[in-house]
């Protein structure tokens, strides 16, 4: 029961390879363009088809990479030419944006390499200068309280020496 139905697909599989095969031979005869798409519409069959026939996708792939023969000629339509127009409009587009990207850093180098070569601009270590004044600061306010404290304890010393040497005249 089985067996009927086997010999039926691969019947039909061949009446699809057959017209495939077909389709390639007048799209090389015709000139026209040879995609996959093309050639599955042509034959009838899914592209999936073409996909699932590695030889039959490369015979498409051969035959579209061909150079066209005497009979054929090279389909340029309408629409491809404004497709490619489209295309390099664009890649026209993204390159003038590229170019105006460097122009804008080259310039930007240079500004601050003609403003650090003048010498009109801060240091490069200005961040580690800051850092050291903060610091030279902070130890600074150190040494001053510390000063302020042996100028009190200096005149506390200075107190008691005097208190002690009028205590020994007077007694003397």
């Known amino acids: 029961m089985t067996a009927p139905m086997i010999e039926g697909k691969r019947a039909d599989s061949a009446r699809r390879r057959e017209r495939v095969l077909k389709a390639i ?14 050639l599955a519409r042509a034959a009838r069959v899914d592209r999936t088809f073409l996909y699932r026939h590695r030889d039959l996708l490369e015979r498409v792939h051969t035959a579209a990479a061909s ?54 601009g801060a240091p490069t270590d200005v961040d580690q200068l800051q850092r050291r004044i903060a610091i030279l600061e902070q130890e600074l306010a150190e040494v001053r309280g510390q000063l302020d404290e042996r100028t ?21």
């Not at 000629?73 to 890649?91: G, M, Y």
């Not at 009190?152 to 003397?172: D, H, K, M, S, V």
């Open 67 to 120: 150079p066209p023969s005497e009979g054929r000629q090279a389909a340029v339509t309408r629409a491809s030419l404004q497709a490619d127009l489209a295309n390099a409009l664009e890649r026209n587009t993204r390159l003038a944006q590229r170019v105006r990207q460097l122009e804008k850093r080259l310039s930007e180098s240079l500004g601050e390499s003609a403003w650090a070569d003048s010498g009109l």
């Open 25 to 38: 031979d007048a799209a090389l005869r015709s000139g026209e363009a040879i995609t996959v798409s093309g």
């Open 152 to 172: 009190e304890e200096l005149a506390a010393a200075r107190g008691a020496n005097r208190e002690l040497t009028r205590a020994i005249n007077q007694r003397n």
